[in-house]
């Protein structure tokens, strides 16, 4: 049993066919013990004097059949000590279940709502979980931002009353696959940081940018240039301290043959981080930079 006292929300979105749980805490690690989801089954909060297991076995009741409410409520029957737990699970049907424990550390308590939980204890304030649930049912934009919006609105409204320390976000498709690597959308987790929002703030802009740099490589490979370059555009510009992101979206105008664009963007890029001329010398070889070897020589003479 470990005092992982905290606020978190679980959630879903059936538009964009995502659900997650996010969650902050005055804890080391929060989210390698809070959070946990999986693709087409569903997504579990477990805080306050933690027990993990409703993690894991809350996932597998759900998966074999049950919903989120008689999962909670078998494994809270089970439990010698449910005054002392609070817990949170969602259904990929959307059903949701929770329970705050009568001597979870006040303050505390949980608000509802359709397609979603909010969940807090040893809060500033008894206005920290209600404000989340407005934040949430008022926000916009996918999944993953609405989460770190309620998280935010949290820590405005009082937040942990002993300050801060770890976050995570957790986002997962709503119907998995038989490629799970592919059903995880978004996987941050902030281990230990003065301001963990504001370090998972910057991080899903991060994130942000390297899944338009991934599509990019995606489109490359299957030889859609043009698609690939407005993904590298829209990558760099989100992460622009980044010159490897501008580094493949230069070489995406040479394979294009957009010469003269190319160029400029490569002085900025090796001007930044000479290793890359390197890296674009050894491209060629493996079919990935499509010019002439006298281009390629002027190229790396930038």
């Known amino acids: 049993m ?3 006292d ?17 969650v902050q805490s005055h804890w080391f690690s929060v989210g390698s013990v809070v959070s946990w989801a999986e693709a087409g089954v569903g997504v579990v909060a477990t805080q306050a004097s933690v027990e993990v297991s409703y993690g ?3 996932l597998a009741l759900m998966k074999g059949g049950k919903t989120a409410q008689h999962a909670l409520k078998s494994l809270l029957a089970t439990d010698p000590r449910p005054e002392v737990r609070q817990v949170a699970m969602l259904d990929s049907r959307g059903r949701v279940a929770v329970h705050t ?3 979870c550390m006040p303050e505390a308590g949980h608000e509802s709502g359709r397609g979603f939980s909010v969940q807090a204890n040893i809060m500033r304030n008894r206005r920290v979980w209600g404000a989340m649930a407005r934040s949430f049912r008022g926000s916009k934009g996918s999944l993953a ?10 820590e ?4 942990d009353l002993r300050g801060r320390q770890s976050a995570a976000i957790l986002v997962v498709k709503l119907k998995g696959s038989s490629t799970p690597w592919h059903d995880r ?3 941050l987790r902030v281990e230990d940081h003065p301001q963990p929002l504001v370090e998972m703030r910057r991080l899903l802009k991060v994130h942000a940018a390297f899944t338009h740099a991934n599509n990019g490589d995606l489109l490359m490979e299957k030889g859609e240039n043009r698609k690939a370059l407005e993904e590298y555009r829209r990558s760099a510009e989100l992460s622009p301290e980044n010159p490897e992101l501008r580094f493949w979206q230069a070489v995406t105008l040479l394979n294009h043959g957009e010469l003269e664009e190319g160029r400029s963007l490569l002085r900025s890029v090796f001007k930044a981080n000479g290793d890359l001329r390197v890296l674009l010398g050894r491209l060629p070889a493996v079919g990935m930079l499509k010019v002439d070897k006298e281009t390629l020589r002027q190229l790396l003479k930038l």
Request: aromatic content about 2%; cysteine-free.
């Open 101 to 103: 424990g009568r001597r």
């Open 56 to 58: 894991p076995l809350g």
């Open 6 to 22: 905290t606020y978190s929300i679980v959630a879903i979105d059936k538009k964009s066919g995502e659900m997650g749980v996010a």
């Open 2 to 4: 470990r005092p992982v």
């Open 145 to 154: 931002e609405r989460l770190m919006l309620a998280l935010e609105s949290a």
């Open 185 to 187: 959308v978004v996987d």
């Open 156 to 159: 405005q409204t009082g937040g």
